[in-house]
T-cell receptor, first 109, second 113 residues
Framework: KNEVEQSPQNLTAQEGEFITINCSYSVGISALHWLQQHPGGGIVSLFMLSSGKKKHGRLIATINIQEKHSSLHITASHPRDSAVYICAASPNTGNQFYFGTGTSLTVIP | NAGVMQNPRHLVRRRGQEARLRCSPMKGHSHVYWYRQLPEEGLKFMVYLQKENIIDESGMPKERFSAEFPKEGPSILRIQQVVRGDSAAYFC???????????FGSGTRLTVV
């Protein structure tokens, strides 16, 4: 079983729809990260969360420490949001991140 | 501030050759992490380095793989005698402190033919 689980694995949405990607983790963490990877491209760090909620433009990330769950929301989705979104946990101990397998999002015009 | 620079972006090697992947961290970042993304799989930790020191290499294959982060110059991930199974995207990230201010590079896509 992976330390970080994401759902859904694949997601197709119409432009303008509200999108939610979920992440559950089983390890104690110091922070949780949301990353974005475009096809054939690099990785961009979107958020680092240790509690509560953060917002950047149309992107919102929330975390519930007690439930060990985080969500990434995209409001008014746009085709340029099409990418793989990866959840990554920084554990309390050790030096490595644990990564989810990613959610592949396609937003159709 | 150019961000984390990785080169080359694409690297093709024949089986048995050596591959050298370079990562220049962001200015002021002394922590470097290497990750591997195999086709259709998620990112996996390989190694964590600070200047001149390997802090954690628990994700590195025991043979053929090595990493360094010298006092001057980029961090290097070296793969000797590459095999087809080494074909993957290799990402480097840097930070000014452990797990803080984490920035990824664009990756090097290694293809072994």
């Amino acid at each position: 079983k992976n330390e970080v689980e994401q759902s859904p694995q694949n997601l197709t949405a119409q432009e303008g729809e509200f999108i939610t990607i979920n992440c559950s983790y089983s390890v104690g963490i110091s922070a949780l990260h949301w990353l974005q990877q475009h096809p054939g491209g690099g990785i961009v760090s979107l958020f680092m969360l240790s509690s509560g909620k953060k917002k950047h433009g149309r992107l919102i990330a929330t975390i519930n420490i007690q439930e060990k769950h985080s969500s990434l929301h995209i409001t008014a989705s746009h085709p340029r949001d099409s990418a793989v979104y990866i959840c990554a946990a920084s554990p309390n101990t050790g030096n490595q991140f644990y990564f989810g397998t990613g959610t592949s999002l396609t937003v159709i015009p | 501030n150019a961000g984390v620079m990785q080169n080359p972006r694409h690297l093709v090697r024949r089986r048995g050759q050596e591959a050298r992947l370079r990562c220049s961290p962001m200015k002021g970042h002394s922590h470097v992490y290497w990750y591997r993304q195999l086709p259709e799989e998620g990112l996996k930790f390989m190694v964590y380095l600070q200047k001149e020191n390997i802090i954690d290499e628990s994700g590195m294959p025991k043979e053929r793989f090595s990493a360094e982060f010298p006092k001057e110059g980029p961090s290097i991930l070296r793969i000797q005698q590459v095999v087809r199974g080494d074909s993957a995207a290799y990402f480097c990230a840097s930070s000014p402190a452990q797990f803080y201010g984490y920035t990824f590079g664009s990756g090097t896509r290694l293809t072994v033919v």
